[in-house]
């Protein structure tokens, strides 16, 4: 029988090898983790241009969800993000919201919004359009977009109908500025 007590104590490995072996994979991890998360889950955004105010103003950052629509439709009043209908040849993301739904008869006349021949409350815009649009109705698998800004912004009344397959996701939460901190909804 062997006296534990008494046996020198083994010399451990060497440190240094698994030190820089454990921080490339916690760093390799992580960076997997922030990709996917930033490719399929959210995504933080700016706001490079006018086109949303007063809703959004310029350099607000905004979480723009990216999965809700994969179990359930977007919804009239969403405020949604998507890459441009390929014929404007742009390659930065929109971002405006979404007022016509597929099947919708959308309409601006005299200032207001009609959908299917009912005005439309939109206490979030900043002025009443100056323009005459449609009626039109929107696509199967299309929606309708305008800015918020609505005589200030190049939207659906100006390239038509956003094919359903561009969009990236809907803006969810505004993170700064500070002041400006919350909710979207």
Known sequence: MIDSSSTPPRP????????LRETVETLGLSVLLALGIRTFVAEARYIPSGSM??????????????????FGDPQRGDIVVFRPPDALGQNEAFIKRLVGLP????????????????????????????????????????????GDNRNKSFDSHYWGFLPADHLIGR???????????GDLD
């Not at 451990?12 to 030190?19: E, L, T, V």
């Not at 105010?53 to 994969?70: C, F, G, H, Q, W």
């Open 171 to 181: 803006a969810v939460f505004r993170f700064w500025p500070p002041d400006r901190l």
């Open 103 to 146: 099947g919708d008869v959308i309409e601006v006349k005299n200032g207001q919004l009609y959908v299917d021949n009912e005005p439309q409350s939109e206490p979030y815009i900043a002025a009443k359009p100056d323009y005459q649009y449609g009626p039109v109705t929107v696509p199967d698998d299309s929606y309708l977009v305008l």
């Open 12 to 19: 451990s490995a060497p440190r240094g090898k698994g030190i």
């Open 53 to 70: 105010l007063p809703t959004l103003e310029i350099n607000d950052r905004l979480i723009i969800d990216k999965v809700s629509y994969d």
